[in-house]
């Protein structure tokens, strides 16, 4: 097991991320760069960033198969002390584009359990490049069009989207440094 350093200046670079990871959130489809950060394990620099600027000790995470290594856990454990949990505790979920998770399943199937989301940070090939989404709706002045390499589990979910709002799945994805997000507030339609 290795520890990996953190972010080089600590409180300035997850400010700066997560001030990203807001940008993200509240333009839909934007892309944006975080700070260098070596990645964790088989995560990349951004899912790792996104993890530490946003995980702490009170934030069940679930880890996928594909990406969960010792290097991975030892320094989520260390930096970040999140603990590892099931899908249905989870508040944030670290899934391998090649994952057969379904992602609906990161939500609860029970109406009474108002307000619970999830936020499922999925590492895809690249950011460009798959079928068009046209997006609309919260923090789009227009219409915005964006293709990242998606797998077929998560455009099923888009084109379903089987939650009613408030309950939903917020989407961050991310590959190398970089990430783009789609809250569960914006309407998406795969083309």
């Known amino acids: ?3 990996l350093a953190s972010f080089t200046h600590p409180v300035a670079d997850v400010q ?13 489809g934007v892309q944006v760069s975080l700070p260098s950060l070596p990645g964790w394990g088989r995560a990349s620099p951004a899912a790792t960033a996104v993890l530490m600027a946003l995980v702490d000790r009170e934030t069940p995470v679930y880890i996928d198969n594909a990406l969960r290594d010792e290097a991975l856990l030892a320094n989520l454990r260390f930096h970040t002390g999140a603990p590892v949990s099931g899908a249905e505790a989870a508040s944030f979920a670290l899934l391998h584009a090649g994952s057969d998770r379904e992602i609906a399943s990161f939500t609860p199937e029970d109406e009474g359990a108002s307000g619970k989301s999830t936020i ?3 590492e895809v090939a690249a950011l ?4 068009t989404l046209r997006l609309s709706g ?3 002045l227009e219409r915005r069009a964006i293709a990242p390499q998606l797998p077929e589990s998560v455009l099923r979910y888009l084109r379903a989207r089987p939650h009613r709002y408030p309950q939903g799945i917020d989407l ?10 789609l809250p569960r507030t914006t309407d998406v339609v795969v083309c």
């Open 120 to 122: 499922v940070i999925i």
């Open 172 to 181: 961050i994805f991310t590959c190398g440094e970089n990430m783009m997000a």
């Open 138 to 140: 919260s923090g789009l």
């Open 16 to 28: 700066r991320a997560f001030r990203r990871i807001l940008k993200a959130m509240s333009e839909p």
């Open 1 to 3: 097991m290795t520890l």
């Open 128 to 131: 460009s490049g798959g079928l």
